[in-house]
């Protein structure tokens, strides 16, 4: 089993991946910790421990994380998750505590306590993980990988066509603490980062077979996303909203869902027109060879990813 930390945001879609994680006989989930990004980290972490409550899997602790971002004040997300900022599901007030840890010492405890063995998942801006850098440096080397939902690289038309930031070609994650996706690209921690590229245009989409079986499944967790799909398509928006930050847990899973290519990738941490902009020097000549190295996502399998949901969720 792989073990995993899942660093997080939840956020409609960050809930629907943390079922699926904590569904996969493949994953081992050592423990959620939440972060503001999507909502302040107050909703975020009450709407993880909602999701443990769901699922029945109160021994996975969650810890609370940062409030802010690095050096920013936080920006308002311009898309909604709904008033409980889970697509208005409104699940019961969870009534399990919070770990005693803040989230930046669980991640820190975690990875020591399974050196080289541990992948973070990152739905979230990384403002937990750059901080467990700046205070235990010691744990790079420790951290097998990071998968994260994070920037959005121009390798096709969708890359900036559904740009979830607030500048014309950011994706949320990074736009919101472009400081601390600086820390964590040049931490030199194996890095797989799925863009907005390919996160956010499906080939296929849930079919009307799909959206039955969810519908009438017995598990709170189908309900859960055949509800989010109904608020977003009422929205204007489509499914894939929904699903955006599962893709991280199926590329833990099955990392052959995608395929990924190495590049210098650079962040843009100057307020204006570029803020949050994920910029890869993909040039043959003159590269910028002292911007790290980064295993970028440039295609999906998503009938694979979206069967793999699918039967996760219905399981
Ligand atoms: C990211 O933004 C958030 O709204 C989603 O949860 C996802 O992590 C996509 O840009
Ligand atoms: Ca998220």
């Given at each position: 089993m792989k073990k995993i930390i899942m660093d997080c945001d939840p956020g409609m879609d960050d809930s629907v991946a943390i079922a699926m994680a904590m569904k996969s006989?493949?994953?081992?989930?050592l423990a959620i910790t939440t972060v503001n990004g999507n909502y302040p980290v107050d909703v975020t972490s009450k709407n993880a421990l909602k999701m443990v409550e769901l699922l029945g899997r109160t021994d996975i602790p969650v810890a609370r994380g940062m409030e802010h971002p690095m050096v920013r004040q936080s920006p308002k997300d311009p898309?909604?998750?709904?008033v409980d900022g889970q697509?208005?599901?409104?699940l019961p007030e969870p009534k399990t505590a919070l770990s005693d840890l803040h989230a930046v010492d669980l991640i820190i405890e975690t990875i020591k306590a399974n050196p080289y063995e541990v992948n973070i998942l990152c739905t979230a801006p990384m403002t937990n993980v750059a901080m467990a850098l700046n205070k235990a440096p010691e744990i790079a080397p420790m951290i097998e990988r990071i998968i994260a939902i994070s920037g959005a690289?121009?390798?096709?038309?969708?890359a900036f066509l559904?740009?979830?930031?607030?500048?014309?070609?950011?994706e949320w994650n990074v736009y919101v603490d472009p400081e601390a996706a600086d820390i964590v690209y040049h931490s030199g921690i194996p890095m797989t980062l799925i863009g907005l590229d390919v996160a956010t245009h499906f080939g296929v989409n849930f079919s009307e077979e799909d959206l039955k079986m969810l519908e009438i499944s017995a598990n709170p967790e189908a309900r859960f996303l055949r509800q989010a799909i109904r608020f977003v398509n009422e929205r204007g928006?489509?499914?894939?909203c929904t699903v955006i930050d599962c893709l991280a847990v199926g590329v833990a899973i099955d990392p052959t869902i995608v395929d990924t290519k190495p590049f210098h990738v650079g962040v843009e941490t100057?307020?204006?027109?570029?803020?949050g902009m994920t910029v890869r020097d993909?040039?043959?000549?003159?590269?910028?060879?002292?911007l790290p190295m980064l295993d970028i996502c440039v295609w999906a399998e998503y009938e694979r990813f979206l069967k793999l949901l699918v039967s996760m969720i219905l399981a």
């Open positions: 006989p493949e994953l081992s989930l898309f909604t998750h709904g697509a208005e599901n409104f690289f121009g390798l096709n038309e969708y559904n740009a979830t930031g607030d500048t014309p070609q950011s928006f489509e499914a894939y100057k307020d204006g027109l570029t803020l993909g040039r043959h000549h003159h590269i910028w060879t002292e």
